[in-house]
């Protein structure tokens, strides 16, 4: 059964502290890895997508990258404004349909 | 991107009683998806819903409690019928922009409270 994993399901920082949230997956082949985050009561934000193993992307204070297993969103010196829930989805390579299965999500508070 | 916007973004509603809501986007999209989020949950594919064709359920949801319309390639709307306070939810819809790139991009939500 396809399976998405995200750990921690909380993570408290300090303004500038930098951390890693990890993305486990179990699929049959995978399609793409999607990062998004969610700010409380809108929806998901897209962040980043990977596709093969190895390929990293960045954003600002944001990095994504890809194993065969895993993925990591890494934060470097975060900020307050990074508080959010940040959301893990694969999309298995079987599915010409769009389902993405979504992990928990891991939520992130940043105090100043 | 794209402009995806969501009506209405909140209600609360009665056991038993029934309602629809819409999803616009400001560009012509192929696919588009429904979801729903549960208090504290993730989010779980209610169905895809494709210009010209009928609605696509993923298991454990059926039409006759989620009818979903698609009449043209900027719209869809979602009902949910009966409804019972395990319907309380955020329902998203999202949009695969490009087709080519697989990344889906979602509205603001509706957030439903069933009493």
């Known amino acids: 059964e396809d399976q998405v994993t995200q750990s921690p399901e909380a993570l408290r920082l300090q303004e500038g502290e930098s951390s890693s949230l990890n993305c486990s997956y179990t699929v049959s082949g995978l399609r793409g890895l999607f990062w998004y985050r969610q700010d409380p009561g809108k929806g998901p934000e897209f962040l980043f997508t990977l596709y093969s193993a190895g390929e990293e992307k960045e954003k600002e204070r944001l990095k994504a990258t890809l194993t065969k297993k895993e993925s990591f969103l890494h934060i470097t010196a975060p900020k307050p404004e990074d508080s959010a829930t940040y959301l893990c989805a694969v999309l298995p390579v079987y599915n010409q349909g769009g389902k993405l299965i979504f992990g928990q999500g891991t939520e992130l508070s940043v105090k100043p | 991107s794209a402009v995806i916007s969501q009506k209405p973004s909140r209600d609360i509603c009665q056991r038993g009683t029934s309602l629809t809501i819409q999803c616009q986007v400001d560009?012509?999209?192929?696919?588009m998806f429904w979801y729903r989020q549960q208090p504290g949950q993730s989010l779980t594919l209610i169905a895809t819903?494709?210009?010209?064709?009928?609605?696509?359920?993923e298991s454990g949801f059926v039409i006759d409690k989620f009818p979903i319309s698609r009449p043209n390639l900027t719209f869809s709307t979602l009902t949910v019928s009966n409804m019972s306070p395990e319907d309380s939810s955020i329902y998203l819809c999202?949009?695969?922009?490009?087709?080519?790139?697989?990344?889906?991009?979602f509205g603001p939500g509706t957030r439903l409270t069933v009493l």
């Open positions: 819903a494709n210009q010209g064709s009928e609605a696509t359920y």
């Open positions: 999202s949009v695969d922009l490009r087709g080519d790139t697989d990344t889906q991009y």
């Open positions: 560009s012509q999209v192929t696919m």
